[in-house]
């Protein structure tokens, strides 16, 4: 499906549902603590939400980063979907917090994730040697077709 249909089918399906919602992952929780490894290298990947909490497919359209412990760095963040271990990058995020502030990044189109599947997160840094964090949540939408 092509960028152009995709996002028509998004607005028809909006414009003829009452059953999309908004949603946030973790729910009513303080967001997940990424860190990343070294330099320009990606730490672990760090659940968002395990697969049960995934009940129907869910799109993916953006994340909410805060600058986390060291404090100001650039940083990408990954998100990605699938078993521990087995995880599959879909969206590289950059983010930029040495204003010393936090921020919301909305993804030019939604990613889908299956129902079942869960949904991880991953982070790297600029700073040479050393392992800066940055907490981060995922924004979904559900009730797409």
Request: charged share 10%.
């Given at each position: 499906?092509?960028?152009?249909?995709?996002?028509?089918?998004?607005?028809?399906?909006?414009?003829?549902?009452?059953?999309?919602?908004?949603?946030?992952?973790?729910?009513?929780?303080?967001?997940?603590?990424?860190?990343?490894?070294?330099?320009?290298?990606?730490?672990?990947?760090?659940q968002i939400v395990a697969a049960a909490g995934v009940v129907v497919d869910t799109w993916i359209s953006g994340v909410e980063l805060a600058e986390g412990l060291a404090g100001g760095d650039q940083y990408q963040v990954q998100v990605g979907s699938g078993a521990g271990a087995a995880e599959v990058g879909l969206a590289a995020i950059p983010f930029d917090s040495r204003n010393g502030s936090g921020g919301q990044v909305d993804l030019p189109l939604p990613i889908k994730v299956l129902a079942a599947t869960r949904i991880a997160a991953r982070t790297a840094n600029a700073a040479a040697g050393a392992a800066n964090t940055i907490i981060a949540k995922v924004k979904a939408i559900q009730g797409l077709v």
């Open positions: 499906m092509g960028q152009s249909e995709l996002l028509s089918s998004l607005y028809q399906n909006h414009s003829e549902s009452v059953n999309i919602r908004t949603l946030v992952f973790p729910d009513l929780a303080a967001g997940v603590v990424l860190t990343g490894a070294k330099a320009y290298a990606y730490g672990a990947w760090v």
